[in-house]
C-alpha cells in the first residue's frame, strides 16, 4: 500500500532535567556491587560484552568490599589512598580561593572524581606515562608530585616548571608519568597510543594511560585512537572519565543517548567494561588489571569510568544556569572520600575522630604548600616568571628573526 | 540601542533566523546555554531546538555537517568555542568548504558562516588567545571578516550571513564587553557608555569589503582591524601623530581602494595586528603596499604585531603588541 512520505524532523538529545527540575538519576540502573563478574586476563572483547554495560562495584551501600574484583589491599594502601583524594580535594579548595583571591588567572578541579585518577595512578609503574586532561591532577598527588611545584605553575611564579607559558593546571611531569597538558581537547589520546606503540617498537615493558572526558571523545582523535590502538594491540589503558557534564551538555550528547562510553570499544573488538568512579577499590581492581593486560601483551583496554563532576567545569563557569538544583546530592554514587572512609572504618582501622584529624593535617600541608609558593610568587605579586622565557623553547636553537624579537621586546 | 558586542551579536542571530527560517545555529553549548559567552542566547527557546542546538565536541563535525546543511539549502551559522579549537575542522574548511563551488562548476555551494572568538588578552595562554585569520586568508574561496565594535559586528554578521559563500568571522573576544585599547591596568568604558554601542535595532547589513577610516590624519596610515583597532588609536594619541587609522573589518576581500588612497596621501604605512608575524596578514598588506605605493612611499612598511612565539600565559602584555609598542614603532616611521 503506497503511503504519503511523513515529513522528517530533526532529534535533538536533551538532559531528564535543567535548572527547576527535581535532579532525577531513576533510569541510571546500577548494578549491585560484587555482582559483576571478572574475566579472565586474555578475555576477548567479545566475551566480556556485556561488561560494557554494567558497572564494576566492589564497596557497598555499608561500605563492605565485595565480589570477584576484590583486591584485598593492605590498610596502609586504603589509608594513602584516602590520604590522596583528601589531599586533592584540599588542595583543589586552596586554589579555588586563591583564584578567587586574584593570584591566579583560572583554575580547574577534580570535586567528586578523585578516586578515579588517585586510585588509578597506584597501578602504574615507574617510566609508564599518562596522558591526562586537567581533570587528573590526581595522577601528581598520588604520583608523589610536589604540591609546591603544581602551586608554582598555577602561579606563574618564577619557579614555574613551564615559565609561565601555560595556563593554571595544565602541567607538565615527565618524570612522574604526567605527560603535558594541551588545552585542545582530544589530542592526548591518539599520543598516548602511539607513546604505546612506542614502548612495543622499542621492546620496551611500559605501557601508557590515554585520558578523556565523556564530551571529548565526540572528537575524531578518540576515534582514530581505538583504530590504532586495536590495529596494532597498543599497549594502553583507554580511560573514559563520565562525569555526566561537559561544560552544560549532558554526556547524552556525545553517546548519542543510546549506547555507554565503554560499548563504543566493541566496534575495534577493544575489551570494554564500565566501573563505579567513586569506588576507590573498584577503580583500583579495574585499572589494575587492564594494566596488567598491556604489560602482558595483550593489547588496549577500555574502561569507561562513572562519576560526577560536583562542581562547576572551571573558574568561568557558573552551573546553576544549565544543571538542576541538587543534582549532585541526587546522584546515585556518593562521594569517594566518605566511601573509602567508611569501608576504612568499618575494618576498624579508622574512625570519624581520626577522619576529622586527618582534614586539619592536610589542609596545614596544603597551607604550609602554598606558603612556600607564595613566599616566591603569585600571577599578580612577587618574583614572577621571565618574559625572556616567551622566546626560549620555542625551537631548540633559537632561529635569527626570534633573536631579533627577543631584543626588540627588551629582553 | 547600546549593545556589547555580545548582545549585537546574540542580536544579529535573532533577526536573520526571523527573517530566514534556512538559518540554523549550532556548536558546543550554543543551544540551551546560548554560548559560553552567550553570544546565542535565547535563541533556542525561541526557535526550537531544530533551529538552535548544542552538538557533541567536534569541530570537524560541527563544519562537515554546516557543509552538510548548506549544501541541502539551509543557511547554518556555527560557532567553534575558541578560534584555537578550529583545527579539527581545517580540513572540511578549507579542502571542502572553500572549494565546493568552484570545483562542482556550481553546482553545488557553501553559504555558511563560521563565528569562532579570537585574540588575547584575558590571560588564556596558548588555546585561549590565538589570531589564526592568516591561516583563512591564505585559502582561495574563504571570505574573512573581523569586526571591532558592536555596529559592524551586528552589520557584518548579517552580510556574511547573506553572503552566498563560506565566511569565517572572527570576533576579537576583549572587545566583546568594551573597546579594549591596551591599558590592561586600566577600567575600560563599556560599550552600553559608548557611543560606538549605539546599535539600531532593525536589521542591516555591512558590506564585506569595505574598510571604515576610523580617524582621518595626514601623516602616516595605520592599517589594523579587531581589537588593534582601538589600541592603535591608543598609540598614535601616546605618540602624538597625526595618523589615520583604517579598520579594515574584512580582510577578504580587502579594501584596496580605501588603502592605497591613505597611504598615497600619508607617504607612510605602520601595520598593526595581534598575530604572529612571520606570513601574517600584516605581510600580505605590507606586500600591497610597497606594490601600488612605492613611489608615494617616504619611510619602509612597517609592522607592530605578536611576536613569532606561542601566546604565553603569564606574560601575557610583553607579548600583546600594545600601544607603547605601537606609539614607539610611529614615531621610528616617523623619523625616517
Ligand atoms: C578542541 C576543543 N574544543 C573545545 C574546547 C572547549 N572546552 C574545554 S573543556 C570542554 C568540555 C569538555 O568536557 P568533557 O570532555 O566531558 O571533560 P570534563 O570537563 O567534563 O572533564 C570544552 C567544550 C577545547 N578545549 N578543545
Ligand atoms: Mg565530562
Redesign the interface.
Known amino acids: 500500500m503506497h503511503k504519503d512520505p511523513q515529513p522528517l524532523?530533526?532529534h535533538?538529545p536533551?538532559p531528564g532535567c535543567?535548572p527547576g527540575d527535581a535532579p532525577d538519576f531513576s533510569d541510571f540502573i546500577i548494578p549491585k556491587a560484587g555482582e559483576a563478574r571478572k574475566p579472565a586476563l586474555d578475555a576477548s572483547a567479545q566475551s566480556m560484552r556485556d561488561m560494557a554495560f554494567s558497572i564494576v562495584r566492589v564497596l557497598n551501600k555499608d561500605g563492605k568490599a565485595v565480589g570477584p574484583w576484590v583486591e584485598n589491599l593492605s590498610v596502609d594502601q586504603l589509608k594513602s589512598g584516602l590520604r590522596h583524594m583528601m589531599l586533592l580535594r584540599a588542595f583543589d579548595a586552596r586554589m579555588l580561593i586563591a583564584q578567587r583571591q586574584g593570584k591566579t588567572?583560572?583554575y580547574m578541579q577534580s570535586l567528586g572524581e578523585e578516586a578515579v585518577s588517585c586510585a588509578f595512578r597506584m597501578t602504574l609503574k615507574d617510566g609508564d606515562m599518562n596522558f591526562p586532561t586537567y581533570r587528573q591532577s590526581g595522577l601528581l598527588i598520588a604520583g608523589g608530585y610536589p604540591m609546591q611545584m603544581m602551586m608554582n605553575q598555577i602561579y606563574?611564579n618564577a619557579e614555574?616548571p613551564l615559565k609561565?607559558?601555560?595556563?593554571?593546571i595544565?602541567y607538565s611531569a615527565k618524570d612522574y608519568g604526567y605527560f603535558s597538558i594541551?588545552?585542545?581537547?582530544?589530542t592526548q589520546y591518539i599520543q598516548a597510543v602511539g607513546w604505546a606503540m612506542g614502548s612495543a617498537i622499542a621492546g620496551d615493558t611500559k605501557i601508557a594511560a590515554a585520558w578523556i572526558g565523556d564530551?571529548?571523545t565526540?572528537?575524531?582523535?578518540f576515534h582514530a585512537s581505538m583504530v590504532f590502538a586495536s590495529a596494532y594491540h597498543a599497549p594502553v589503558v583507554l580511560n573514559v572519565v563520565n562525569n555526566q557534564w561537559?561544560?552544560?551538555?549532558f554526556q547524552g550528547?556525545?553517546r548519542g543517548e543510546v549506547a555507554t562510553f565503554a560499548a563504543r570499544g566493541h566496534g575495534f573488538g577493544i575489551p570494554s567494561l564500565r566501573v563505579d568512579g567513586n569506588d576507590y577499590l573498584a577503580v583500583h581492581a579495574v585499572a589494575k588489571w587492564a594494566a596488567d593486560r598491556a604489560r602482558a601483551g595483550l593489547g588496549p583496554t577500555l574502561i569507561e569510568h562513572v562519576t560526577y563532576r560536583a562542581g562547576g567545569h572551571s573558574t568561568?563557569d557558573d552551573p546553576s544556569?544549565?544543571r538542576a538544583k541538587g543534582e549532585g546530592h541526587a546522584w546515585p554514587l556518593g562521594d569517594p572520600i566518605e566511601r573509602l572512609k567508611t569501608h576504612l572504618i568499618m575494618l576498624g582501622a579508622w574512625s570519624e575522630e581520626r577522619q576529622t584529624q586527618a582534614e586539619t593535617e592536610i589542609m596545614d600541608e596544603v597551607r604550609e604548600a602554598q606558603k612556600a609558593a607564595e613566599a616566591i610568587g603569585t600571577?599578580t605579586s612577587g618574583k614572577?616568571?621571565?618574559?625572556r622565557?616567551?622566546?626560549e623553547e620555542?625551537y631548540a636553537v633559537m632561529p635569527p628573526?626570534?633573536v631579533k624579537?627577543?631584543k626588540e621586546?627588551g629582553? | 540601542m547600546r549593545m556589547t558586542i555580545i548582545e549585537a551579536i546574540q542580536n544579529a542571530h535573532d533577526l536573520a533566523m526571523a527573517r530566514d527560517d534556512k538559518v540554523v545555529v549550532f556548536g558546543?553549548?550554543v543551544?540551551?546555554?546560548g554560548g559560553?559567552f552567550r553570544c546565542t542566547a535565547g535563541l533556542q527557546e525561541k526557535y526550537g531546538?531544530?533551529r538552535c542546538?548544542?552538538?557533541?565536541?567536534?569541530e570537524?563535525?560541527i563544519v562537515g555537517s554546516a557543509i552538510g546543511m548548506a549544501a541541502y539549502g539551509l543557511k547554518p551559522v556555527v560557532e567553534i568555542q575558541f578560534a584555537?579549537?578550529v583545527?579539527?575542522a581545517y580540513d572540511q574548511i578549507v579542502s571542502e568548504a572553500a572549494r565546493l563551488r568552484h570545483r562542482s562548476g556550481g553546482d553545488f555551494t557553501c553559504p555558511l558562516v563560521i563565528r569562532m572568538p579570537s585574540g588575547g588578552g584575558i590571560?588564556?595562554?596558548?588555546?585561549?588567545s590565538q589570531s589564526p585569520e592568516s591561516l583563512f586568508t591564505h585559502v582561495a574561496g574563504l571570505k574573512t571578516v573581523m569586526p571591532s565594535n558592536p555596529r559592524d559586528a551586528k552589520g557584518l554578521l548579517l552580510a556574511a550571513i547573506e553572503d552566498p559563500d563560506p565566511v569565517i568571522f572572527l570576533e576579537p573576544k576583549r572587545l566583546y564587553n568594551g573597546p579594549f585599547d591596551g591599558h590592561h591596568d586600566r577600567p575600560i568604558v563599556p560599550w552600553k557608555k559608548h557611543d560606538l554601542g549605539d546599535v539600531a535595532k532593525n536589521y542591516y547589513t555591512t558590506p564585506l569589503g569595505k574598510a571604515e577610516i576610523v580617524r582621518a590624519g595626514s601623516k602616516v596610515t595605520i592599517l589594523t582591524y579587531g581589537t588593534m583597532v582601538h589600541v592603535a588609536q591608543a598609540g598614535a594619541n601616546e605618540a602624538g601623530i597625526d595618523a589615520e587609522i583604517i579598520d579594515l573589518r574584512t580582510l577578504i576581500p580587502l579594501d584596496t581602494e580605501t588603502i592605497e588612497a591613505s597611504v598615497k596621501k600619508t607617504g607612510r604605512c605602520v601595520i598593526v595586528h595581534e598575530a604572529t608575524?612571520?606570513c601574517g596578514f600584516g605581510a600580505e598588506l605590507s606586500a600591497l603596499v610597497q606594490s601600488s605605493c612605492f613611489f608615494y612611499l617616504e619611510a619602509p612598511v612597517t609592522r607592530v604585531t605578536g611576536?613569532?612565539?606561542?601566546y604565553?600565559?603569564?606574560?601575557e602584555w610583553?607579548?600583546f603588541p600594545g600601544p607603547a609598542r605601537v606609539a614607539q614603532n610611529l614615531k621610528k616611521v616617523m623619523e625616517v
Open positions: 524532523s530533526l535533538v536533551e535543567r588567572s583560572f606563574s614555574d609561565g607559558r601555560q595556563m593554571p595544565l594541551s588545552g585542545n581537547l582530544g564530551g571529548s565526540s572528537a575524531s582523535d561537559a561544560i552544560s551538555t550528547m556525545a568561568s544556569s544549565y600571577l614572577s616568571s621571565s618574559s622565557d616567551i622566546f620555542v628573526h626570534l624579537q627577543r621586546a629582553y | 558546543e553549548d543551544g540551551f546555554f559560553v531546538p531544530s542546538f548544542d552538538t557533541p565536541i567536534s570537524l563535525g584555537d579549537y583545527y579539527p590571560y588564556g595562554g596558548q588555546t585561549h608575524k612571520t611576536w613569532d612565539t606561542p604565553p600565559h603569564a606574560q610583553d607579548y
